[in-house]
């Protein structure tokens, strides 16, 4: 199914670029903190997708949606069917749908 929806050569770039993600930006990412100070200074809508399958591969997907649930002001929660971590490329339809929908809850302003 993966093969079926990623472009021709983007595993082989995945593969290729694999250095540079797990040498210099995982590293970069680890050291970064977020606090629930920080996510009470989020102020717009937030919309925290969790792929209905993520926890299968592992309980940290559906606890970090939980952290975000009871930290950001205004998040809304969902849930994405057939999909795991991989919820863009695995059920990319519902997901349009899903931001399409939360979008037109939350138009963004054009005002300064």
Known sequence: MLEQALPDGAFDQAV???DTFFGQELPAVQQWSFTREDASRITQPVLAVLGAESKELSPVFGERQELLLA????????????ATHLLHVQNLRDLAEELA???????LSTSP
Do not use: G, I, S, T
């Open 101 to 107: 929908a939360f979008f037109a809850r939350h138009p």
């Open 71 to 82: 930290w950001l002001p205004k998040v809304e929660a969902f849930v994405l069917p057939d």
């Open 16 to 18: 290729a670029d694999a």
